[in-house]
Nanobody, 119 residues
């Protein structure tokens, strides 16, 4: 059974940084398409960053929402079976619950981690 667990959220001032972690069990992050999504209050969940599995390219192809390009970096640690989201130069509009996604025959989600950026 695939399980996903996010961690690393918190309260940070604008301009600060956070690193989110996504621990996965029951499957390998190396072979799956992985993504980070966020959901702000009153808004739909949106894709923030994604990385393809090794079947596409060994290191993975990354993709980012325009709003986070140049500030966020998604990465994968195959040995730890984890995916990370490094978030720099945070803005108040980055506030939301961040979810890790494993895309297989269906989508698997974690419980989310809250990120709050104060102005």
């Amino acid at each position: 059974q695939v399980q996903v667990a996010e961690s690393g959220g918190g309260l940070v001032q604008a301009g600060g940084s956070l690193r989110l972690s996504c621990a996965v069990s029951g499957t390998s992050v190396r072979i799956n398409n992985m993504g980070w999504y966020r959901q702000a209050p009153g808004k739909q969940r949106e894709l923030v960053a994604a990385i393809t599995g090794a079947a596409v390219l060994s290191g993975g192809i990354t993709n980012y929402a325009d709003s986070v390009k140049g500030r966020f970096t998604i990465s994968r640690d195959n040995a730890q079976n984890a995916v990370y989201l490094q978030m720099n130069s945070l803005k108040p509009e980055d506030t939301g619950v961040y979810y890790c996604n494993v895309r297989r025959e269906r989508d698997y989600w974690g419980q989310g981690t809250q990120v709050t950026v104060s102005s």
